[in-house]
């Protein structure tokens, strides 16, 4: 799974590479988009450390709920490999007629 950041311009969510860095060598913001970031970067606006640090803490601590979210619903399902079993009753319940024996009713008769 990755991060998951909100530009704090433009307010979308978007994915940053794993690294923080983009394939070109260029360093990606955890506070803006990549659209943002290269008008801070015109502009000449520095990001902001603390607002970053916090961006990278909420998209970490998001990630791993999401993660515990996966753990638990993985051990609430039933395993694949292993059969479920049956709770079907294998036999039918008894009636008040198949309780008596046959000795029982050959005593009452005589």
Known sequence: MRLVFVCQGCGCHYL????LHYPDGGRASA??????????ARSGTAEPTELAAVAVLLAVRALKA??????QSRRDQPRRDQPRRDRRPTRPTPTSRGRTRPTGAR???A
Do not use: F, I, N, Y
């Open 16 to 19: 940053v590479p794993p690294a």
């Open 31 to 40: 506070v803006w988009c990549s659209v943002c970031q290269a008008a801070a």
């Open 66 to 71: 999401a993660l515990a979210g996966r753990e």
């Open 107 to 109: 005593t009452r008769l």
